[in-house]
C-alpha cells in the first residue's frame, strides 16, 4: 500500500466545520508537512485545483506552481499537480509538465480533473460541456499529454483539440517501470471509469465503504484488461487516529456537531446536480448525505477511525480487495500526518509482511 496526503493550499481546511483545525494555506505550512510526510513514509502528495473560492476555501493558490514550489523543497515525494482540461491547453501542460519532471527527478504528476464546478467556468467564460462529454474531452486531454511526451512530430485530431506536427523538447524523463508521468483522474460515473480503463494509470475514487470500492475497482479492472491495460486505485480518507476508539469517535462527533450547515448545504446542492447529470445517475456525490459532505470527498466513509491498530487493519483489508493507495486528510496536518506516518504505517507494512497477498479474484 503506498501513501499520500492532500496539500492544504487551499484556506479552510479539509472539513467544512467551524472546529479548529490546526492547519495553513500557506507555503512554509505546506513545505513543512511536505518533509513531514517523506520523513515517515509518505510517496506522494495531491494538490487542490480551484479557481474560485468555496465551501470554507475562499483562498486557494494554483496548483501547478504550488506543486513545484514543494518539489524544490522536498526530496522523494511524488507531487500530483490537479488540472482542469477546460482551463488549460494539453499541449501546454504537457510542456510545464516535462520541464517539471526533468527538475524534480520524475517526481512530477498530474491529476486530470473533468470538473464539476460550473460557476469557475463561467466566471471565466469558459465553455460549459455536459457530464459525460467533460469526460471525452480529459480523455482526448490525456491522449495528447501521452503523444507529445513520447513521439516527435506529434499531430492529433479530436473533438474538443488539434494538434499538427508537435515536438515537445525535452520530453519527460523515462524511467523503468514509468514511461512517462503518471496520469490520475477521479469520478464515479460509469462516463468516468471507461475512462480510466482506457488511459489513466490511477483511478481516485471518494471514500466509501469496502463493497463499494471493490465494485469500482472490479468493473474498471475488468474493462482495462479487456484493452490490455492495468489501472491502479486511489481511495480517499479522512482519518482520525487517536490512541482509543473512543476519543477517535468523539473527535468525528465534534466535527460533524460543528459543521457549517449553510456552506455544506450549499456544496450539496452544487455536487448533486454535477452528480446526477451522468446519464445513468450515477455520478459524484449523488448518494452522499450532508454529514458525509462536512468532508467534501466523502472521507467519513473510509472509516479510518479509531486506533492505530483498527486503522492499519482496515488499510490492510483495502488492499486485500485492489486498493493500492490511500489518499489522507487530517484535521490538524502537521502533528497527526507524523502520527500516521510512526504509528499506523509501520503497522501495516508488518501486516503486509506476515501474509503477503494478491488481489482478490474479481467476482
Partial sequence: MKFAHWVSSASGGLVVSKVPQRTDWGLEYNIRLAKIAEEVGFEYALTQIRFMGSYGAEYQHDA???STALLAHTETLNIITGILPGMFHPGVVAKHGATADQIFNGRWAINVVSGWCRAEYDALGVPWVEHDERYVRSQEFIEILRGAWTEDDFSYAGKYWKIDGYTLKPKPLVIPGRPTPEIFQGGNSLAAQRMAASVSDWYCMNGNTPEGFKEQINYVTKLATAKGRTVKFVANAFVIARET??????ELERIV???DTEAVENFRIAVKEAGQASKEGK??????????????NDGFNTNLVGTPEQIALRIYELRKIGVDMVLCGFLHFHEETRFFGERVIPLVRELERAAPMKRQAIA
Avoid: C, H, N, P
Fill in 64 to 66: 501547478l506552481i504550488f
Fill in 245 to 250: 476508539e473512543a476519543e477517535a469517535q468523539a
Fill in 257 to 259: 456537531r460543528g459543521a
Fill in 283 to 296: 455520478g459524484m456525490w449523488v448518494k452522499s448525505t450532508s454529514r458525509d459532505l462536512i468532508q467534501y
